[in-house]
């Protein structure tokens, strides 16, 4: 069975602390993808990064960085220099053969509250 | 537009009635989505096309959900005799790629939450 989880429910820190949302998921899939969202207020889902499961390289993206570690099955997303625009709940989510052809298997979300 | 539209963006019914939820996806996306999003939950799949065919709809809760794309285009998700716990945020989501698993990411929807009185 493929399963996501997110073990931070809620997370709090003051502008520019730097924060690492955890993943942690699970697949028998040898193929398969790892995905961020950021869902704010607005309700509207924003992608934010995708993963294969052969490509293990680190990623930095502006303030975002992503780890992806097989070896503990984390895929941990890290923002540096939080800002108050960066007030989310992101998710994180597995795709893979196991389940449809391509439907996302998400984990319940960790709500970030930057305060200024 | 450039993104995966929903309407309506709020629906209220009362238990029993049925309801409509619209989804219309970037333009040429092979590949469109459904899901379920209760209240502090992670959205859950309900069913998936690719063109006009409903490939998977295992994630349906009930036969009291349907849902169809008759054109490849437009998608709608129809709920049949709504209940309480049909109470939730419905989300679209498309993606270019067809057939083959996570090639390209889903473009999600605002949404459609939906409120059984």
Excluded at chain 2, 25 to 42: E, K, M, N
Excluded at chain 2, 101 to 108: E, R, S, T
């Amino acid at each position: 069975a493929q399963k996501v989880t997110q073990a931070q429910t809620e997370i709090s820190v003051v502008e520019k602390e730097d924060v690492t949302l955890d993943c942690v998921y699970e697949t028998r899939d040898t193929t398969y993808y790892l995905f961020w969202y950021k869902q704010p207020p607005s309700g509207e889902l924003v992608f934010l990064i995708r993963r294969n499961s052969f490509d293990e390289q680190n990623e930095i993206s502006g303030r975002y960085s992503w780890n992806f570690q097989k070896s503990t099955s984390s895929f941990n997303f890290t923002i540096t220099a939080s800002q108050v625009v960066d007030s989310a709940v992101y998710f994180c989510a597995l795709s893979g053969y196991g389940g449809s052809q391509g439907n996302l298997i998400f984990g319940k979300g960790t709500k970030l509250s930057v305060k200024p | 537009g450039a993104g995966v539209s929903q309407s309506p963006r709020y629906k209220v019914a009362k238990r029993g009635q049925d309801v409509a939820l619209r989804c219309d996806p970037i333009s040429g996306h092979v590949s469109l989505f459904w899901y379920q999003q209760a209240l502090g939950q992670g959205p859950e799949f309900l069913t998936y096309f690719q063109n006009e065919a409903q490939l998977d709809k295992s994630g349906l809760p009930s036969d009291r959900f349907f849902a169809e794309r008759p054109e490849g285009s437009v998608s709608t998700l129809k709920i049949q005799r709504t209940q309480q716990e049909d109470s939730a945020v419905y989300l679209c989501a498309s993606s270019s790629s067809g057939g083959v698993v996570g090639n390209q990411p889903q473009h999600f929807g605002d949404g459609t939450r939906l409120s059984i009185l």
